[in-house]
Structures are given as structure tokens and as C-alpha cells.
């Protein structure tokens, strides 16, 4: 950890190769930073400050601001790295974890057993990573429900028919209603249908009714009416009539009749079947040039006649035809009219024939002629549309009637068909969303069912190692509604479900461990570490003793990371498992950081050494004091060195002026002669103390200079090397006790053999 | 623990029930497979259209 939450520059956490670890440590001396390092690093963010304005408390508050706040984790797997703040990893990073259990607070241990049963299954299907299969459950049961309510729309539509049909009822079949239909068809002398589906067909009302009676004498009278009503004077133009006339007059039009002469003399010059130099006519010799000239002309003429002719010969056939139209027309209403037995006059004499005749003749046409059979037609409708009025709409036949009810009814009848199709489409489709949803949630159920069995049977297992002979029992999580899950325990032969109301805080705690482990054991893939921070606060002796068996023999096979202030909890944890790593946080300050029994003596030397190479005098110097302190904590410590008694962490914040006297008095009492060869180094030392390595005053008067705190650190490394093998590299006090102290090797020892 | 996905799940479900259309496990594959939208209406579309088959 570099700069991160307690730690204000570096600090290192040796958790071993896979094994356990106690870590104690009184409250405020830094321990959860190293819980904080591992939730940061695995999660992405430490739950107790993802709150609004928190964030920036992941980098030590304060601190020295030397290099950026870091986490880095060794693993003997791939999950290993370094996490540098801000953060910048996305949320995927984190999916594979998302759903591992590894870490439970005291402060947040019984947050999951205090969730609601629905709380508790959405936390659970997270965990299973039931989420996708959870929505793909709702997908399917909205379509479910929307499809129920498409078919009841369908069903009720196919009802309403059924009532129209069978006249009220609810029932209706094709049967009842072909055969109805087969009567009413009877009645009105129209072909019945073999089977619904010919009704079916639009078309069959249609052919079925046209083929039987004619039409009624009310429709013929009303499409009399309509058809006089719309009676329209065909179309005249005077001006074209005109221009034939004047053209057939013309001299022009005389030269018409020789158009084939012409046509033909120049046929039979341009084929050259005629005599040269000879009139094809009368045989007399002419000029050729001269006469195919004269025959041009008389061509070109003659074309242009006959352009013009064809001008105007079209649009007078056209208003003849018109003409003849009107009076076809009018004739026919006029019988249709006397079959009524109704008056009307007779159609005036029709003209057209006589311009066909007289077009065909090339003469001109009597345009008065036709002006007054237009009158004579505009009169007769005028008399044909008064008498439209009176033709009167007599009220439907019962056979009109009859008809409209059978086009009604056919017309129902596919509709009543149309809505069957659709409602049984409908009820296919509720069957089959029904069937896969009901199925799918009762799998997803069976499923949980199964995994909620497994659970319960850990939960139930870590429960009774804590608390053992209670007549508390048959503990476990279990399916409470749709969407829900709930923890339940016997009590007194009740079952109690949520079990909050009869069981105690401390029984509620065990609980939530119970659970913690047993999510973990059942889930976890990846990690294989868990970390339980200060979760024994409300347990007693007894049951900090019991936690402590079921961590050290149930979890043999997981890397568990206990980190408590109870020191009973720490000692009898120690001494159920002797092969746990141990670590004790002694202090905490702002500048330093955490503090443990583990002394960093030559670590923070060679920290040292490394600011000075690298020109950083002052780092260096502030990394030489830090090593001394260390030096004459960690000697007076093993030498027990005679010290005023300070309570807690106040031991870890004495001067090094009181240290010094502390050393001297022990070596003065046991190891005289040595402590004379020392005493040079302790005086250069105390002067170092007050000036080289004095940063404070470095502030006011200048820095020391590089020269300097090489010295200075030189004589605290031989210093260091007095209690260290020379050839084992252990310290003095590394076997027995301070009275008769020994390296590892047994070549060095202290007292110094030499000096005794 | 296998996590099996949505996908997986509803697929082999479907292969446990008996008389369902014989398209129908084809066709919800697919569908899952399509990153839909609005993924209920195209499952009800689907319903609706081997009911209509």
C-alpha cells in the first residue's frame, strides 16, 4: 500500500504463501487499512466510503503527498496487480468477482440477515448470478400476461358474435347457424350454401342473390331516377362542324377526288413502267422533268388537303358517335319508363346517321339540324328529369328486406368466423407462454430449491459449531414467496421465519457468519481468501473460543485474514492454529502510519540508503531517523531495556533521547565493556539526532548536506550490525531469553560472550 | 458453482418438456441470440406465430 487510507508513504503486509493470518491491533492502529487495500483492490471500491464525498479518503488524508496512492496484491493466481488511484478500472473488471464473498465487517455483518426476504433474493440471485435468468423469467411472464389479455379481447369479440348469432346464447355452432342460414335462403328462393366456408367467400352473397329473382320494381324505379338524374347533353362544337363545312367547299377539297390518280402516276413514274418522254395518260410526248414537277405539285396539294380533311373528320365522328350515345340513352329510359306504365315523351329523331353519311360523302354537314335535336334532347330531359321526382321511393319489399338480412347475415358470419380463427390463434399462444413460463419459474425454483438446500446445510453446519446443544435448530434459508428468500431456525419446537424475534444480538452475529461462510464455501471460484474484520464484538469468551475452532479447523483449506482487537480472541486463536501467521499492530500516528510488532529496522535502512543515492538528502535523512528509532525500539525491547512504564501506544512514540539513556543503563548493567566500544557511535549519534537527522530544524536553518547524512547513516548501520550473525544474519536475541540470549547459528550471543 | 446463462437455462428446460412445437427451441435460440430491443415483444411474436403455424 503506498499513500493509501492509514498508510501515509508505504507499507508492506507479507501474508505468506497461501496461509493464515491473525492480525490484532487496538482500535485506531491502521489494521483495516489492510482490510480497505483488499475490498479497493478486489471491488473496485471500499463500501464505507462509496457514499457521496467519501471517495477521496481511498488516499491517505493529509499525508505526505509522496507518490501516487496505490494497492498492489501479489497472488499466486492471476488476480495480482497494482491499482493506482483514481481508479480507473471499468465495472467489467469486476464481473467475474461480483459474484465472490470474501469479505464480512463487524460493522456490516448482519446486514444481509436484516434485509427484507426480497432484499435478501436479489442479493442472493446477484451471488448465483441469477440476474439474466431472472429477467429473461420476466420477459417471459409480461408476454405471458399480455398474450392472456390479447385472448380474452379475442374471446370476448367471438362471445359477442355468438350472442348475435344464436340470439343471445352463449353457444353457437356451424351447424345451427348453417342450417339457419339454409332456411332464410329457402324463403327467398336463393341457392344455400353447402358449408360456412363457401359463405365465407364475399363473392357467394353476391353470384347466390344474382342468380335468383330479378330485381325488385323499388330498385328499378330509384335506379331510373338516378340514371335520369344523371342525363348530360352530349358535347357540340359548332366551330368544328364550321371548319368542315368550309373545307369540303373549298377548291382544295376538289383536288381530293384525284388523290389516287396522283398517287398513282407517281407510282408508276417512280417505277419507271411508263414510256419515257410520254404522257402515262393520253401517250403524247412531254417533258419528264417538267411532268414529275407537275406531279409533285399535285401531290403536295392533294396531301395537304387531305391533312387538313383528317383535321377536322375525327373530333365530328366523335360528336357523332356522342350523339348516337345520347340517344341510345335516352331510348332505353324511355322504354323502361313505359314499362312503369309512366308518361314521358317520345326521344327526338336522332340526327347522327345523316353526318356519318355525309363525312363518308366529303359534304358538308346541316349543323342546324343538329342545334335543334340538341334543344329537342335538352327539352325531353328536362320533361324526363321532372318526371324522376315523381317517380317516388316506395318503402323496401319484404323481399328487399329479406336479402339485406341475408347479406347481414353472411357478412356476420365471416366476421363471427374471422374472430374463432383468432381467439383459438390466441388461446394456442397463452397455452404455450403459459406452459414455457410455468415451467422456466418452476425449474428457476427447483433449482434455488436445490441451492438453498446446499446453503442451508452449511449454515446449519458453521451455526451448531458455534453454538453447540442449544435448542435452537434445523437453521437455514429458505423460499419465501415468488421472489423472495428468508432465514429460519426452530425455536422451542416453533419455526420462526425471519428468526430476529427470538434470538439475541450475539445469536443474530453468528447467524450472519454462519451465512457469510457458507455463501463463500458454496460459490467462491476465484478467491480463496476470506477476511473477517472485528466480527466477534458481541460474542463472549466462550463463543469467541468457538468462532476461533471453526475458522482454524472448518477453513484449513482457505487463506482466512482475522483481523480483531480482542486480544483473547488473538491469543486463542494463536493457539488453535500455530501455523497462522501473526501480526500485531502496536500504534498508529499521522506521519508514520501503522506500526507493528514486526520491526522494520533494516527495510527503513535501506530505504535510506536508496533516497540518498538517489540525491533525495532530505528523504534520506527522515528515512536514517525512522531506521534509529526502530534500531533502539527494537534493542530495548530484546534487552529489556528498564523504561518508565507508559500505557498502550505511548511505548511507540518515545524520543530516542529516552531510548538512548534506556540502552545505556541495560549494556551498563550487563555488557560494561561493550558498552564503552559503543558509546563513541551513541554520542555521534545523539549529535546526528539534533542536527543531521533533525528535520525539523532542517526547515529554519538549511539541509544537511549528502556528505553528512552518509555519516549519519553509516554509524546507525554499525549500530545495526552489533546485534546481528555476522554468518546467520540473525539477530543476538533470536533464541532464548535476554538473560542468555543467542543467534539462530548459536556463534553470537548477548551478553557477548566475550565481554562476560 | 456453473452459472449457467439465460440462454442456457431456458434451452435445456425446453429440451426436458415433451409435444412442444418442433421449431420452437430452434427459434427461441435464435431469438436469444439477437440482441433485442424489445426483447417481450419479439418472444410474443414468436408465440403468436407458432400458434398461427
Redesign the interface.
Known sequence: MHAFRGVPTEMTVDFGKGESTVIYGENGTGKSTIADALEWYFRGEIELLSHEGRQHAVRHVGGDGEGATSVEVLTSGALGGKVLFPDERTPDTFEALRRETFLLRGRTLADFINKSKTEKWKALVEILGLDEIESLREDLQRVRNDLRKASKTAEEEVRVYRRALSSGGDTVSEETVLTNLRQICELLGVEPPQSLNQVAEPSWITSAVGASASVSSSSGRENLAAEIGALKAPDFSKSVFDGWNALVVSDRARQLPRASLVREAKRLFETEAIEAGRCPVCGQKVDQKALARKIESALAEVMEASRDLERFRDPILEQADGLESAYDLRDAIYERVLALDLDIPSVPTRSDTRIHDQVSALAPVDVNAITAFLSEVRRWDKSAAKLAKQISAPEPSERDNQLMMLAALCQQIRAWQQAETKNARAKRAVTLAERVFDAYQQKQKDDLGELLEQISGRVAKFYSALHPGEDLDAVSIEPWTAKGIELAIDFYGSRQRPPHGVLSESHLNSLAIAVFLAMAASFNERLGFLILDDVINSFDVEHRGRLAELLADGFSDWQLIVLTHDQQFFEHLSRRAPSWRKIEFTSWSHASGPRTTKYETSGTLAAARERLDSGDVQGAATKARRALEELLQEVCEALWAPLPFRRGQANDRREIGELFIGLRRTLKERAKVQLQSIEPIFKHLEADVGATLNVAAHASRGRSGASEVKAALERIETLDALWSCPDCRTRVWHKGTPEAARCRCGKSAFPPVAVG | ?H????QE??LT??D??DE??PD?ARRFAEL?KTEHVD??AA??QL??D???D
Open positions: 458453482m452459472r449457467p446463462s439465460a437455462f431456458l428446460l425446453l426436458t418438456l412442444l412445437p420452437l436469444l426483447r417481450p418472444i410474443r408465440f403468436e407458432i400458434a398461427g
